[in-house]
């Protein structure tokens, strides 16, 4: 801040005040720094109603021999008002280039986040884990046993064209389903068995809207003595009020896969955006002995139900995604909001 000075306009010629007024000007263009300072600085000393211009009418009180001596002094008063301003004003101004404020903060860098798919896969592990279900990890480049053969879909099996799958050069192939990790799993450990194992799942589909030649599925399985179909429901139950809240449902329609005996399509009614809807998940059934056997497990001791529900499926009715494409795109715009 400048500092106050009150001026009374010298009723004399002295020119001791003058240069008393001169040193408190320039003491308090000292002490002015930003723009608005000097500015008022300049306003208060050198504008059109300022101090000099008030000092500067005290002229008509001095006798006529003062006079020329009062108006070199005041003349010589402005010059150097107005040099020191000057001196000042460039001395405050940056030297060159756009003003830089050190002082601002930065660009946010900005924070990523999850992909809404992996959080999904994140919650449904999460809710399977609390029931004990472990977390099982299967190779995608898989061999046609583990994919077809294990799983009791034999070498006719129309899901084995090549047209629905992508086969390797050189043997092997991605797999379609995660319920080869259902084979290795039970290749490498003795029952009981109770596992979920999320991952990517690819076919040859064409992209559009509801397909996409790479998904994700979430296989369930649980292999004990005495498991019924009572216990796939209830668990299926279990998940779908833990995840959904408690109005959800599940309901079981009577299905085919190779892999169950008997098999069912999985639906869960569940919240879309908002309103109860019954959306198909996924199938399942109860472990086709004929798999037991390919595993060395005997069918006549163990018995288990499997599942396999779908990931994009669930993300999407859930926020109301109308095109799995764009779960693909990676446009951070899309994705940012989930
Ligand atoms: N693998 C089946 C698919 O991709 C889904 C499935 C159905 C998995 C029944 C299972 C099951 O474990 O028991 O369409």
Redesign the pocket.
Known sequence: MPRRVTLRAPMTTDLATIDRIETEALEALGQTAEEAGLEAWRIAWLGSKGKLKSLMAGMKDCSPEDRPAFGQRMNALKKSLEAAFKERKNQSAPAAGPPLDVTEPGDAAGQGRRHVLARTIDEVVDVFSRMGFTVAQGPEVEDEYHNFIA?NMPESHPAREPGDNFFLEGGGMLR????TV?IRVMENTPPPIRVISPGR?YRPDTHDATHYSMFH?V???WVDQGVTLVDLKATLIQFARTYFGPDADVRMRPSF?P??EP??EVDIRMPVRGKMQWVEL????M?DPNVFKAVGYDPEVWTG?????GIERIAMRKYGIPDIRWLFENDARFLRQF
Request: hydrophobic share 40%; proline share 0%; glycine share 20%.
């Open positions: 799983l379609t389903q995660t319920s259902q799942v599925q296989e369930g399985l896969f892999f169950t098999s069912a996924g199938g399942c059934g472990v139900y499997a599942f396999g529900l």
